[in-house]
């Protein structure tokens, strides 16, 4: 069975710190690794990383995928009270018919 | 562009009862999945529709099923509803079966 563990499950911290989100998965035929953000109900898309060690990069948020030990991190810099969301984590292992296989999230909440 | 959008954002239902929401794809998408988020859950697959077929299906039973429309908008019907069944129901929609995902603001339905 397809599996997404993300870890820390919650974070606390103050406005200005760098942040690193983790995603470690285990799945049978990997197309890609998406992150979302998640704020009240929609999550919007952040990134789809396919190739291993190369950088996506969107303003303060960055993610690179590592295809060899089977893991993904998210960072955030200079973070501000808006980037409070729990963070998805999800791989794409079938082509679209087994759908996103999804991890529990990190909730972050960035203290003023 | 239009996004994806869902109806309706609300819905109180008793044990039993039978439920229909109701999707409307990304303007030029022609895949939708759908999706149940639990409280503190990442979202688990419930299936996919392309092309007006199902496409694949997660581990739910058949009293949860689906249809696509040649519009490409989508409903997910719920059958003798259970308490376990209170939920975030995502409904996302691609370009094709293998392309990012883009996900409707929900569905929160509630059984009492």
């Known amino acids: 069975e397809d599996k997404v563990v993300q870890s820390p499950l919650s974070l606390v911290v103050h406005e200005g710190d760098t942040v690193t989100l983790n995603c470690s998965y285990e799945v049978t035929n990997f197309r890609s690794l998406l992150w979302y953000k998640q704020e009240k109900k929609a999550p919007t898309f952040l990134f789809m990383l396919?190739?291993?060690?190369i950088e996506k990069k969107s303003g303060r948020l960055s993610s690179i995928l590592d295809k060899k030990e089977l893991f993904s991190i998210l960072n955030i810099t200079a973070t501000q009270t808006g980037d409070s969301a729990v963070y998805l984590c999800a791989v794409d292992s079938g082509g679209g018919a087994d759908g996103l296989t999804f991890g529990k999230g990190t909730h972050l909440i960035i203290q003023p | 562009e239009t996004g994806v959008t869902q109806s309706p954002t609300h819905l109180i239902k008793t044990r039993g009862q039978q439920v229909t929401l109701r999707c409307s794809s990304q303007?030029?998408?022609?895949?939708v999945s759908w999706y149940q988020q639990a409280l503190g859950q990442g979202p688990q697959f419930i299936f996919q529709?392309?092309?007006?077929?199902?496409?694949g299906r997660g581990n739910f039973p058949p009293r949860f099923s689906g249809l696509q429309f040649p519009n490409y908008s989508s409903e997910l019907n719920v059958n003798a509803l259970e308490l376990d069944d209170s939920a975030l129901y995502l409904c996302a929609s691609s370009l094709v079966r293998t392309e990012t995902q883009y996900f409707g603001p929900g569905t929160r339905l509630l059984v009492l």
């Open positions: 303007s030029g998408h022609n895949t």
């Open positions: 396919t190739s291993s060690g």
């Open positions: 529709y392309y092309r007006e077929e199902e496409n």
